[in-house]
């Protein structure tokens, strides 16, 4: 199985801060590379495919970045609303495998 | 917009079979754009592929719980269903059912809200 790896698996940030997470897979996976937000008590919600694909809906500050086996979600100014856990998942080829998750809390 | 809900028993006895069922609404199981997925996430854990079925009734599971898991469709009834099998403790998670967008940059476009399923005597 591919191997997906986080980091950092938590990150405090204020409103407005531009933030990055890091996510790394264990072999190339092109750019295979799908982004979900995950709020408490709730199902993850696709936020970014193909690695730099906005999904409908989502806003703009979000983007996506890499191929081959680094890629990067950047939030160009947290918003409130941002707070949450993002995963990382690769869709390159079954099973399908996520990364443990980055958790963005509140400074 | 489609809807999907899970239903079963919360509580499973170690050895015993885990079932759960996905609703689904406002879309057809027999569409040829999604796959059918199950997904679980244990407590402060990754999200982990269980498997998925198309609507030819194809399916595919993760090796690490093939031989434990089935995965069905009912077309009658607009719903897909997951049977585990000879569950432990190790199968305690919240247990998803999703919608997988079928293209060459597949995703998860839809989720079920999750139900949580404790394996414990």
């Known amino acids: 199985d591919i191997q997906m790896t986080q980091s950092p698996s938590s990150l405090y940030a204020a409103v407005g801060d531009r933030v990055t997470i890091t996510c790394r897979a264990s072999q190339s996976i092109s750019n295979y590379l799908n982004w979900y937000q995950q709020k408490p008590g709730k199902a993850p919600k696709i936020l970014m495919y193909a690695a730099f694909s906005l999904q409908r809906g989502v806003p703009s500050r979000f983007s996506g970045s890499g191929s081959g086996t680094d890629f990067t979600l950047t939030i160009s100014s947290l918003q409130p609303e941002d707070f949450a856990t993002y995963f990382c998942q690769q869709s390159y080829v079954i099973p399908y495998t996520s990364g443990q998750g980055t958790k963005l809390e509140i400074k | 917009q489609v809807q999907l809900q899970e239903s079963g028993p919360r509580l499973v006895k170690p050895s015993q079979t885990l079932s759960l069922t996905c609703s689904v609404s406002?879309?057809?199981?027999?569409?040829?754009?999604?796959?059918w997925t199950w997904i679980r996430q244990s407590a402060g854990k990754g999200l982990e592929w269980i498997g998925r079925?198309?609507?030819?009734?194809?399916?595919n599971y993760s090796p690490s719980l093939r031989g434990r898991v089935t995965i069905s469709v009912d077309t009658s009834k607009n719903q897909f269903s997951l049977n585990l099998s000879s569950v432990t403790a190790a199968d305690t998670a919240m247990y998803y059912c999703?919608?997988?967008?079928?293209?060459?940059?597949?995703?998860?476009?839809?989720w079920g809200q999750g139900t949580l399923v404790t394996v414990s005597s």
């Open positions: 999703a919608r997988e967008f079928r293209s060459g940059y597949s995703y998860f476009a839809d």
């Open positions: 406002h879309d057809s199981v027999t569409t040829t754009a999604y796959y």
């Open positions: 079925i198309y609507t030819t009734g194809s399916t």
